[in-house]
């Protein structure tokens, strides 16, 4: 059986972090999703707009998520390792980043083979967020 792993806000959820689950799924049997807690999302700087309580249960009420929990840091290789994933998806902006090929490093030692996906053109939180301020008058 293969186990795969992402994770992410999930804040103002969207067509592309459903297209990422969706190909998630198709690429492993079981898809387990990090969901980023609120204190997590405050350290990196920004505020979510839906409580982790609600991102977590629209999450989890995905069908093609067999299972969503708490990502309470940053340690994707510690997740992979605990949930018994053997696959992890993450976005393609981080292909090719120092970051990311040490990464790669890292998950290969311990047999984890991390899959890149394409953003979804034209759609992301931060510009939905944006948008809201501009027709808020924020």
């Keep these: 059986m293969t186990i795969g792993y992402t994770t992410g806000v999930y804040d ?6 459903l297209n990422l689950l969706k ?3 198709g690429l492993c049997d079981k898809l387990i999703v990090g969901v980023t807690v609120d204190d997590l999302v405050a ?7 839906i409580p982790f309580e609600d991102r977590i249960e629209i999450v989890r009420s995905i069908r ?6 708490p990502q309470y840091d940053m340690d994707k290789l510690k997740a992979c390792k605990e949930l018994g994933a053997t696959v992890l ?15 790669e490093k890292e ?12 953003y979804t ?16 008058g924020e």
């Design 12 to 17: 103002l959820f969207h067509i592309g972090h």
């Design 23 to 25: 190909n998630a799924k």
């Design 43 to 49: 350290y990196k700087g920004k505020h979510p707009m």
């Design 64 to 69: 093609y998520v067999d299972a969503a929990v």
């Design 89 to 103: 998806f993450v976005g393609d902006d981080w292909y090719g980043t120092d970051k990311w090929k040490a990464y």
């Design 107 to 118: 998950f290969n030692e311990e047999k984890i083979k991390i899959v890149y996906f394409p």
């Design 121 to 136: 053109k034209g759609i992301s939180s931060t510009q939905i967020t944006k948008a809201l301020k501009v027709v808020r």
